[in-house]
């Protein structure tokens, strides 16, 4: 049997047509012969057996080729592919779909592609459109972030200078710039550095029990006997030379017995007249290599603690999906030696959907254990 509306052949018993979706339930039956003088003989000549919306998908589908496969064409198709590696073959393919959304592409036997839709084909011209704008914008922002980072490596120069040079001069003259200014840095690091110690920063014990008794250190003798006194007053200029030498410090203020210090460890600090604290055991005077300041030694310490600070908080909230961290809301504290105190701000949604800000305190002991947790929204 044949359709009333497109004359499409179609099984026999058919309800609706697969390709114009008419329903044939209500239509009055025609004889064989009069669908075919209706419907058979004028389509049969110009209609393809191919549907134009399969050809048009896989026309839309970003391997070149596959929509020629389809009508029956395997040769061009092959061509198409193996071109599209080449420009040429892009625009073969982009000529193939702008036919195909016009219903001007044939297939093999010259016949006009089956069951065309103005409507398929439409849709079928917004999703390239989509697709078109899509990829103008992310081009458009690959090159604008390409800029951006060429225009950042011409004048950055060093990690404290930067030399910004006019639009008119040459690369040539640009890149003199930044040889001549590498070249004056590194003659300029060539120079130790060493900050000043100030009179009276270093404060040598008493070296027998009796003034050190008069001078009220009992407790000091005590706990650390009068061997290391003496060995103390011995290390602490070396103490106050290695600060001196980190550029954190600006001046040598105290140099002193910290209260950390036992019989078999004893630790020295350095404080500097910009707050810069350093401590020094024995073994560490003894080495070579730079000084490091408090906050330098902590801080691989505090990074650790930050990521597990926000796991301890994530465990903590009841949904734990819309956590959003500030970035200027991460603060460090040591409250007691050896206790690490971190306090996250951040963003969350509550039960009724309503992002509210909360502050959260984790606190962790020398052993990295979590010793204290406590969380409240900020008002």
């Known amino acids: 049997m044949y359709c009333s509306n497109c004359g499409k052949e179609l099984p026999n018993g058919s309800k609706f047509c697969f390709c114009c979706g008419t329903n044939l339930q209500n239509k009055e039956p025609k004889s064989t012969e ?26 839309m589908i970003p391997i070149p080729g596959l929509h020629r496969f389809y009508l029956g064409m395997p040769g061009s198709a092959i061509a198409q592919f193996i071109s599209s590696l080449f420009f040429i073959g892009i625009i073969w ?9 016009t219903n ?3 297939d093999r036997e010259g016949k006009q592609l ?29 090159s604008q972030e390409k800029v951006e980072t060429s225009d950042t490596s011409t004048t950055e120069i060093s990690q404290n200078e930067t030399v910004t040079t006019g639009t008119d001069e040459s690369i040539e003259e640009k890149q003199e710039i930044l040889n001549s200014a590498e070249r004056s840095s590194q003659s300029t690091n060539t120079a130790e550095y060493e900050a ?24 000091t003798l005590k706990k650390l006997g009068l061997d290391n006194i003496k060995k103390c007053n011995k290390l602490f200029p070396l103490a106050a030379k290695k600060a001196a030498k980190n550029k ?33 055991t024995e073994q560490e005077l003894m080495e070579d290599g730079p000084a490091k ?15 597990m600070a926000e796991e301890v908080i994530k465990s903590k909230l009841n949904f734990p999906s819309t956590y959003d961290r500030h970035e200027l809301g991460v603060f460090h504290s040591r409250t007691t030696p050896g206790c690490n105190e971190i306090t996250i701000e951040f963003s969350a949604k509550n039960a009724y959907n309503l992002e509210l800000t909360y502050i959260a305190t984790v606190q962790f002991d020398k052993d990295s254990n979590v010793v204290g947790f406590r969380m409240q929204e900020k008002q």
């Open 34 to 59: 009069q669908q075919i003088q209706e419907h058979t003989a004028p389509s049969l000549a110009t209609e393809s057996g191919y549907s134009y919306k399969t050809a048009q998908i896989l026309g």
């Open 93 to 101: 393919w982009l000529v193939d779909n702008i036919r195909l959304l």
């Open 104 to 106: 001007n592409f044939k």
């Open 114 to 142: 089956a069951c065309y839709s103005k409507m398929f084909a439409f849709f079928s011209l917004i999703i390239w459109v989509a697709l078109f704008s899509n990829a103008i914008l992310n081009g458009n922002k690959a």
């Open 196 to 219: 000043p110690i100030r009179d009276g920063a270093i404060y040598l014990y008493p070296e027998t029990k009796k003034e050190l008794q008069k001078a009220g250190f009992s407790k």
């Open 248 to 280: 954190k410090c600006d001046a040598v203020m105290t140099v002193d017995i910290s209260d950390k210090s036992t019989k078999d460890n004893i630790i020295i600090y350095v404080h500097a007249e910009n707050f810069t604290k350093f401590y020094f």
């Open 293 to 307: 300041s408090e906050q330098e030694k902590l801080a691989p310490l505090l990074i650790r603690h930050e990521v």
